[in-house]
């Protein structure tokens, strides 16, 4: 207890986590709003439309009739989702990846680090238009969507797990390990995967990050997500194509835009004060070394 | 002979493998799937109201699957599917009938190679100069400079395409809201033209710009940073070498190469970034045809764009490796 108390210190004297811890915290607390919200997320012409911000509509209404503020809940409480989903399951194939190639080495490696180049070669934002695009009511799911972006974002991730795995293969502890006839799952479990957990929690708010933007450059296309379903891509792609700037309904195309620019910034700043706090190098700069 | 040997032959072969599975991955994908194009097109004939005999109905058919390239077993498409690329044949284009699919895009190729070769050229060495020096200097003021990085940085390009298109065209109407050139206009080489061009080229070139700035100007700043604190710069400068020796010699040599690395490796993204930036802006190169193609479902010119795209990073990223151990006399004879 003691000790986790010490790290949030630590950490809260980087000023970009304490401004990306309140944020996240923020937005959090907006997801949440969702599960009391009065309005139905989906349907249309449930209040007056076109209204400006008030006390009793925040953020103002939209064209189609619905409250833009507990809209935004329910936004972004779905591409939360889908981020972590995404995380989830790319965070998942990455280990099994990265540590397989890494601890085993020789064909398997170089064929399993083939494919991962392969699928950072291609455009990938191409490939998931247009695998989208032909499977448009599979990708209209939560987690088919989560599982599509997670299939093309492991790659680099998985390279980084391996020559993590690669540099404590050879370190004595595991020798040791070896020798003392520990099975292969649990030296991976007890050894190996301790030593690899920082990585995969930064590159875990990365991911969540990447696929957020993503998802909303392919609701710009019309594709992913059920567009009447409300995800911060969705609600930026009806405020364009119903013509929110040209009807002056400016509140409509703002809300979605400053949250998720909110969302990405907090996102960044929470992972690299985090990356930087676990380099022993760039915390000793900050913190001052001693502490 | 050993270069030749231990690496340009491994890296030529991994370059074809590369390419040879991201072009099959791109014949397979749509294949394996159970929707049929050629079905659908009929299908939406017929809710467009047109009655189609069934005789003809066959004969229709049989047309669109040549079309398609949908004829015979599996094996034989994939085999005609390579030799139609090897030859630059992609099939005519169904939304701007009966131009071909090759003089789409090869229209299209030169505004997106001009705008990503500029842009992508400009924003490397403004981010080197800048991240430099903030590098290797840090004074108190650049910390301001890091933050506003810190801020652009995370902002995927479409959301920064959108936020300086409503600013910079619609609540400040400075540039035009869309387009390559004014509308109407004859591409010629006068004034007028180039001007025009310029005008409506600057706000996409700006948004991939500021991203591709904020990426390079935080890998050079910390990259020199490290480099500055190694320990054959420290005694050099022990030893009463001048300052700009240093800079020179030992600081900006070692910076460099890495910051090679970053651009090849992050070729893809800045790809995928010009395309979406080119949807935002209707800017008329691949980006906008591949847009245009989705919402007219013209299956041939997706495919055409896809492969043209996979051939043109892996092949980027090939020449960019090539032209790597000139920079850097270690990797130079492996």
Request: aromatic letters at 14%; charged letters at 15%.
């Amino acid at each position: 207890m003691k000790q986790i108390v010490r790290v949030f210190r630590d950490l809260f004297r980087d000023y970009r986590f304490t401004v990306a811890f309140i944020a996240l915290l923020f937005l959090l607390v907006l997801s949440l709003l969702s599960y009391v919200s009065p309005y139905d997320p989906v349907s249309i012409y449930q209040v007056p439309r076109g209204l400006p911000p008030s006390f009793e509509h925040p953020f103002g209404t939209n064209w189609l009739g619905q409250d833009v503020f507990w809209r935004l809940t329910f936004a972004v409480r779905n591409s939360l989702l889908i981020a972590v989903i995404t995380a989830f399951f790319s965070r998942i194939i990455a280990i099994i990846v990265g540590i397989v190639s890494g601890y085993k080495g020789g064909t398997l490696d170089r064929v399993l680090m083939t494919i991962g180049d392969t699928t950072m070669v291609l455009p990938i934002l191409i490939v998931l238009i247009v695998i989208s695009m032909i499977l448009k009511d599979w990708a209209r799911s939560f987690v088919n969507l989560g599982l599509l972006l997670a299939f093309f974002s492991w790659a680099w991730d998985a390279r980084v797990i391996r020559s993590q795995v690669l540099s404590v293969r050879e370190r004595d502890f595991v020798r040791v390990a070896v020798l003392s006839g520990m099975s292969t799952m649990k030296i991976v479990g007890k050894q190996l995967l301790p030593h690899v957990l920082p990585v995969i929690f930064t590159t875990f708010i990365n991911n969540m990050s990447w696929a957020i933007g993503m998802e909303i450059t392919l609701a710009y296309l019309g594709l992913g997500i059920d567009p009447t379903v409300p995800t911060l891509g969705t609600m930026l792609q009806r405020a364009i194509t119903r013509q929110a700037l040209f009807l002056g309904l400016w509140w409509w195309l703002a809300a979605p835009i400053v949250t998720a620019v909110l969302l990405f910034i907090a996102l960044y700043w929470l992972s690299v004060s985090i990356s930087e706090y676990l380099d022993p190098r760039a915390r000793f700069q900050r913190v001052g070394a001693g502490k | 002979m050993n270069f030749i040997k231990g690496y340009l032959i491994p890296r030529l072969l991994q370059y074809f493998i590369v390419t040879f599975l991201g072009l099959s991955a791109i014949f397979f994908l749509p294949r394996l799937l159970p929707t049929d194009p050629v079905k659908q097109q009929l299908q939406q004939y017929q809710t467009f109201g047109v009655y189609i005999p069934p005789e003809q109905q066959e004969e229709m058919m049989r047309t669109l699957r040549q079309l398609y390239g949908l004829e015979g077993t599996l094996w034989e498409q994939y085999l005609n599917f390579w030799k139609r690329l090897l030859t630059g044949d992609f099939g005519p284009s169904f939304s701007r009938f009966p131009v071909s699919v090759s003089k789409v895009i090869s229209q299209a190729l030169p505004w997106t190679v001009g705008l990503l070769s500029l842009t992508t050229i400009l924003s490397w060495i403004i981010a080197v100069i800048v991240g430099g020096i903030v590098g290797y200097y840090r004074k108190r003021w650049m910390e301001a400079l890091d933050v506003v990085v810190m801020i652009i940085r995370p902002i995927p390009y479409y959301v920064m395409a959108l936020v300086c298109l409503i600013l910079f065209a619609y609540v400040f109407p400075i540039f035009p809201l869309s387009g390559g050139i004014g509308i109407g206009q004859k591409l010629s080489f006068d004034l007028e033209t180039i001007l025009s061009i310029v005008k409506h080229g600057t706000l996409p070139a700006l948004t991939l710009m500021i991203v591709g700035i904020a990426w390079q100007f935080q890998s050079m700043k910390l990259i020199v940073q490290i480099v500055k604190s190694e320990d054959h710069v420290w005694y050099a400068k022990t030893a009463g070498v001048t300052e700009k020796m240093i800079v020179q010699n030992h600081v900006i040599k070692n910076a460099m190469l890495p910051m090679i690395t970053q651009l090849g490796l992050q070729f893809g993204g800045i790809f995928s970034g010009a395309l979406i930036t080119e949807m935002v802006f209707a800017y008329p190169g691949i980006g906008w045809i591949l847009y245009d193609s989705i919402m007219k479902a013209d299956y041939n010119l997706i495919m055409g764009v896809m492969c043209i795209s996979t051939i043109a990073i892996t092949t980027s990223i090939l020449l960019l490796d090539l032209i790597y151990p000139l920079f850097d006399p270690r990797v130079r004879y492996r």
